[in-house]
């Protein structure tokens, strides 16, 4: 329906006659791109939106959580869901490592867990 709003409209201002431009985009290539691997202290919920804006800008990042789940293991879970959940939206990965880190992904990048696909 718009499209054809679109198209009358371009026929109007060009007399008549529709033309149809393209325009070449040249590929991005993510070679030779440099990766940051942070490592991050995630000591309560606020820390959560930190540690995702790192993920988005393409970061990969270990998460200290020791400190969170010796103070409150609840407040540890609904930060973990909060994550668990933001990375699958992205299209990232994420996996404990240990009791001590989460390792967190963005989606250009996964994690082998001793399987072959």
Do not use: H, W
């Amino acid at each position: 329906m718009v499209l054809e709003k679109l198209k009358k409209l371009t026929k109007k201002l060009t007399g008549g006659e529709s033309q149809e431009e393209y325009i070449e985009i040249e590929p991005v290539s993510e070679e030779g791109r440099k990766v940051s691997v942070q490592i991050e202290n995630m000591d309560t919920y606020m820390d959560t939106e930190r540690i995702l804006g790192l993920v988005r800008d393409g970061n990969i990042v270990f998460a200290r959580i020791s400190n969170l789940r010796q103070k409150d293991i609840n407040e540890l879970k609904r930060t973990v869901e909060k994550i668990k959940k933001t990375c699958s939206a992205m299209g990232g990965d994420l996996v404990g490592v240990d009791e001590e880190f989460l390792l967190i992904t963005p989606s250009f990048a996964t994690i082998y867990r001793g399987k072959v696909a």
